[in-house]
């Protein structure tokens, strides 16, 4: 871990230098966990990728100003979190003041719907989340899926930590109640 | 609800102190009631997690080429200007290269050695002078005032005294007219007595 942490640190001392193929390997290891966070938020697999490449493009052009190489995760998903909640204020409909909510990916039930696993569990689980605030989603995301402490994800979002804790803890309870019927059944 | 020592999901998450995390980690092993709400936690993130990850269908990749690529001293200079610290620090050894040059180039004072000489004799003889001048303009305006006021009081005795004089002339006039009349009338007197013809009746005046 903490190897992984230097040598991240070392390509980020290299792309601010200049150096396009070490910013390139630094973007193989964080593309595929960028492109998620951004799917499971805009539910979208074109505009998950349009943003993660903006996203990418943003954070090379800024790099210089990431004082500290070892925050380079929560800062990469500061930018991402910006991206993906300019392209919910474009989306808005004029005149709507309500928060933004997710199409469903057209022709399929889930994003990454996999035959490896219960796919009615799946379901439930995508569907779960598509009831939960923007916020409520984004917390579970960052904290489920991304492994972010809650610290982390209070510079991200740009929220104090007992905001992030209460989204959280109340995302976790609603998806608890929504799950509970399937889990019932047994389908794990 | 829990009755766990500090929060069960703050300890689930690992998201507690050392200290809190043993003290919960304790409770836990001793309630029941907290390990159903610990399981409970584990089953709805277990459920979670069954959505996987996707591939990203393309993957993201920069080309470098020079026209775009910005010159050494460019990157340096928003290097520079990107980073509040950076830009601190140079700010801080500009400050310090300034005050070294200024040391350096700047005349140092002799310590001991001795202070111009002043010329006591014209800076007292200027001083004299214009004290005098000074003294000399305000004996000039007091004489003068002195001497207005010695007019004055001498145009004002000088005219009460005519006054005066007029006046004694007045009276010494009329005196004279009434000696010079009774004067006249002993004459008239003394010729009648003189000469009785002219007083046929005898009678005495």
Redesign the interface.
């Known amino acids: 871990m903490i190897l992984r942490a230097v040598e991240d640190a070392d390509l980020i001392r290299k792309a601010?230098?200049?150096d396009?193929?070490a910013?390139?390997l630094l973007?193989?290891r964080w593309?595929?966990?960028v492109?998620?966070y951004l799917?499971?938020i805009v539910a979208n697999?074109e505009d998950a990728?349009d943003l993660?490449?903006d996203v990418?493009?943003k954070a090379?052009q800024?790099l210089?100003?990431l004082?500290d190489p070892a925050r380079f995760a929560p800062w990469l998903y500061r930018i991402a979190h910006n991206e993906a909640y300019s392209l919910f204020r474009k989306r808005r409909p004029q005149g709507e003041t309500g928060e933004f909510q997710p199409e469903t990916i057209e022709g399929e039930a889930?994003?990454?719907g996999?035959a490896?696993?219960?796919i009615e569990?799946?379901l439930?689980?995508?569907s779960a989340?598509g009831k939960l605030s923007a916020d409520q989603r984004e917390t579970?995301i960052l904290?489920?899926?991304q492994g972010f402490?809650?610290e982390e994800i209070a510079g991200i979002v740009a929220a104090p930590v007992s905001t992030v804790?209460s989204r959280l803890?109340t995302a976790?309870d609603l998806?608890?109640a929504e799950?509970a019927p399937?889990?019932a059944r047994g389908v794990? | 609800m829990s009755c766990s020592p500090f929060d069960l999901r703050d300890y689930y998450f690992q998201e507690l102190a050392e200290n809190e995390r043993r003290v919960t980690e304790v409770h836990v092993k001793t309630c029941a009631h907290c390990r159903e709400e610990l399981d409970r936690l584990r089953g709805t993130e277990a459920a979670l997690l069954t959505l996987p990850d996707e591939e990203i269908p393309q993957r993201i990749g920069f080309v470098s080429d020079p026209v775009f690529e910005p010159s050494a001293f460019r990157r340096g200079w928003e290097s520079l200007w990107g980073s509040a610290s950076r830009l601190g620090f140079a700010s801080a050894a500009m400050l310090s290269v300034a005050l070294m040059v200024f040391a350096f180039i700047r005349p140092v004072p002799q310590i001991g050695a001795p202070a111009p000489a002043i010329d006591r004799t014209a800076l007292e003889a200027g001083f004299s002078g214009r004290v005098n001048e000074a003294v000399g303009k305000a004996v000039a305006q007091s004489e003068a005032r002195q001497e207005r006021r010695t007019q004055e009081l001498l145009a004002a005795a000088e005219k009460r005294h005519e006054l005066e004089t007029q006046a004694m002339m007045v009276r010494v006039q009329e005196y004279l007219e009434v000696e010079k009349k009774r004067l006249n009338t002993l004459i008239l007197a003394s010729n009648d007595a003189g000469n009785p013809a002219a007083n046929p009746n005898g009678d005495a005046r």
């Open positions: 601010r230098r200049g396009v193929e910013y390139n973007i193989s593309e595929r966990r492109y998620n799917l499971r697999r990728l993660s490449q990418f493009l090379y800024n210089r100003k004082d889930a994003p990454g996999n490896v696993f219960p569990l799946t439930a689980v995508s989340l579970v904290k489920i899926y402490k809650f804790k803890y976790l998806l608890k799950l399937v889990k794990t």
